[in-house]
């Protein structure tokens, strides 16, 4: 019984890094691979550089942004952060 109360603080810090740290760093990634995967040419994309654009070209690994000076970019799908609306 000594061990088992030695080892709970342990697995209790685990746990609660696991709900407070890992589970939510995990549906991050999840919606935003989903949010990568249903791109489609016209959405309007933020890159991860901060890039504000239009897509282009959509590729199965690379998409062409056109940015509002009419310059085309080409970046890895990877590399889009957020889908936003027209403003």
Known sequence: ??????????????VIFYFLLIRPQQKRQKAVKTM??????GDH?????????????LE?????????????LTFDRNAIRESREVQ
């Open 36 to 41: 990568q995967s249903g791109l489609k040419k």
């Open 45 to 57: 994309v933020v890159t991860i550089g901060g890039l504000h654009g239009t897509i282009e070209v």
């Open 60 to 72: 199965e690994n690379t998409v062409v942004i056109k940015s509002k000076d009419g310059s085309a």
């Open 1 to 14: 019984m000594g061990s088992l109360g030695s080892l709970l603080p342990i697995l209790l810090m685990f």
